[in-house]
């Protein structure tokens, strides 16, 4: 979708909205190794996190492992149980939001 009108020149950029939220805030750059691993937890704020490089996973509360390969994300709930993780070195970006809600592609 084409971004709306702005106060300044926007030319040849479309968007899609994939969260909104409000709260605390936080925006981390993670740097996995080969078998590098932040193990099972409970999100304490939703999540957005998006490989940058390389190739990792996530899991929730089940332990399976969802693939996660450059340029795509994973959206973990305030409360989900879950872990993530790489088997060959990712690097990702992660933004917490406290309270973070994915937008649907429905919706964008």
């Known amino acids: 979708m084409p971004i709306g009108e702005?106060?300044?020149?926007v030319e040849h950029v479309?968007?899609?909205e994939v969260a909104t939220g409000d709260g605390e805030a936080h925006a981390f750059v993670l740097y996995f190794d080969a078998g590098g691993v932040i193990g099972r937890h409970e999100a304490g704020f939703g999540?957005?996190?998006?490989a940058l490089s390389g190739e990792g996973?996530?899991?929730?509360?089940?332990?399976?492992?969802?693939?996660l390969r450059q340029g795509e994300a994973a959206f973990i709930a305030r409360g989900?149980?879950?872990?993530?993780g790489s088997d060959t070195g990712l690097t990702a970006l992660m933004v917490q939001?406290?309270?973070l809600?994915?937008?649907?592609p429905e919706q964008a």
Not at 6 to 9: K, T
């Open 97 to 99: 939001v406290r309270n």
């Open 57 to 67: 996973w996530v899991a929730g509360e089940d332990d399976v492992r969802q693939p």
């Open 80 to 84: 989900e149980i879950h872990s993530k």
């Open 101 to 104: 809600d994915a937008v649907m």
């Open 14 to 16: 479309a968007s899609v």
């Open 47 to 50: 999540q957005l996190f998006v």
């Open 6 to 9: 702005r106060p300044f020149a």
